[in-house]
């Protein structure tokens, strides 16, 4: 069992994540007192509980909470299983009309939820309070998820209850103050929260001795700036760095996953049809709105852009309908072709179509409905990219992209498709208590200008959603808002040796901050000779004389002599030092021959006659010019080869 903490953490986040979702509200912590500043719900571990509720309705007298419903989780130290209940409580002796009004609702609602839940405690004829709790659906569970679902089921029908008496208390009572939490009053009571908790967290670390150790760690997420760009030239380690140090920063084990965010993500690539699919293979014969009010729906339509999901889901439905089928009268279909549809409304599968048409349903269901928590499983919330020429605003915002299938008539469709930025900075959005990244390897390779497009001013940290100066922009395709989320980190790195692409975008650049990394000799990795040389030395010695005949952003990182022994160091060499400095010399060997010495460049000599019998000037000139050529070395001349490029030969 989760520790006290951590399950009310938990909770928190399934039920923030609800909100998130749909809009649900519920109630947090407001009173506090001396060890409950860090807790989200009244309720603390000495009593062995906490609970929240989703409704605004004022009781009073002496021990009361304040709550007339609560959902309520009890907790154990010796590690009992979970387990959850519905409480009603109010005194049986109210002294004014909205105490009077509150015990009336409780009362109407005591005979029809025993007939539908039933209860595991009983009114005492005479108590001095009015007490009863809903039987949960299992006694206890082995994990919050399962409990979570059945919550769910629950909550399905108690709050419409609950809502329905309240309006009818109401008629006799009608100062009476009862209704479900506002999203106005939820939003400031979270802020509130948040804000408490934060201030709580700072002031328990700022009790806490630095750790000597722990600083000399890559910073954490925290203390990144949200756009970073590693620079240097090639063989530093720059894209090293962001798998070592940043990747495993973006990355939550499952435990941390609600089921809501995992459905957000399950869904988020699927379309609406495959949406339906899975819907149908568990209800197995539904109307519209049965298939409206599916999990998987519900998450697909609080992420997606459209307005009319139940349009959408007639739309989708008809046009893939089996043509077959003489309820369905849409002459336009889109394959696969599946659906089946009766004379009552109902909606189905034909299963043999689907086997057929679209096998890979099966597993995606499976893989839905046999989803469980595994505290060992990891969750990337990053995407790694590489720019490169052809890369566009369309592969990183959002485009029109042809459709994967054709209908029969063999015309092409089309979408709006996002990309990878936008649906990063979606699911980051979804998931604000997360850090989420992009991490975006060789940023100058391709014109940033045109791939970032209206969104190089949204990535400014105060022009990020819920800063003060926050902007949004229209997408010129989807016509949908758009702002970067707060919690949304761009790391990239530049190679600055690339002589193949412009400079970054100047406007791109003053929003970035920049880390250098050059060549590092004295790391430990190098403290090991090569045919008798200090590897360090080497490195040192050539980017010495490639910064006299260039510059340091030309000179050759550590990496190419990362893990060396006298073999593998020469195809370090033949590999890539020598075709990097073919590069930067633009084939000038002779610039080369400074560099590396006699032993790797050398002067190539012609006795015979070089060109054709013809009448040039200057013939003599281009025939006495000198020609050199890469020696290739074995094991054994290297050790010379090495030997003159240290001058030592």
Known sequence: MLAYKDYEKAVFDWLYSKYKATGFTFSIRRKISKGAEGDYFTGTENSNYFGTTFWFIPVGYPGSNGELIQLNFTYSKDR???????????????????????????????PILE?????ISTIKPGAKIFNYKLKPIKASYDTVEEMFRDIDSQLNTLLPLVDENIKMVKAAYPNFKAERISKENFEVLIQKGFD??????????????PDPVNQMKPRSSKSLPLNLILFGPPGTGKTYKLKRDYFEQFTVKQSAQTREQFLADFVSNLTWWQIITLALLEL????????????LVRSKASISSSKTVRATLWGQLQSHTVRSNEFVNTKERSEPLYFEKDGDSYWSISHPDLQEKYPEAQELYEQYKNYQVSPDKEIKNY????????????????????????????????????????????????DPENKYALFIDEINRGNVSAIFGELITLIEDSKRAGQAEALEVTLPYSKEKFSVPANLHLIGTMNTADRSVEALDTALRRRFTFEEMLPNPDINELDYTIYGYSASEVLKTINLRIEKLLDREHCIGHAYFIGKDESSIIS??????????????????GKIGLVLGKGFVR???????????????????????????????????????LAALMNND
């Open 80 to 110: 009992s299983p979970y387990v959850y209940y519905f409480e009603f409580i109010q005194t049986s002796a109210p002294d004014d009309l909205q105490n009077k009004a509150a015990l009336k609702l409780i009362e109407n609602l005591l």
């Open 603 to 641: 002067l190539k000599h012609n006795e015979q006659a070089l060109f054709a019998d013809f009448p040039y000037d200057y013939v003599e000139d281009l025939a006495a010019k000198p020609v050199y050529e890469i020696i290739q070395n074995t094991e054994e001349s290297f050790a010379y080869a």
């Open 284 to 295: 197995g014969k539904a109307k519209v709105q049965d298939i409206y009010e599916h999990e």
């Open 115 to 119: 007939a539908k839940f039933g209860l």
């Open 383 to 430: 995407e790694f990219i590489t720019f490169h020429q052809s890369f566009s605003y369309e592969d990183f915002i959002e485009g029109i992209k042809p459709a994967i299938e054709e209908d029969s008539e063999g015309s092409l469709r089309f979408r709006i498709q996002d990309g990878v930025f936008k649906r990063i900075a979606e699911r980051a959005r979804r």
């Open 196 to 209: 408490r908790i934060k201030k709580y967290k700072n002031e328990q670390t700022s009790h806490i001795t």
């Open 572 to 589: 370090s060499f033949y590999k890539n030092i020598i075709p990097l400095l073919q590069e930067y010399f633009f084939g000038d060997y």
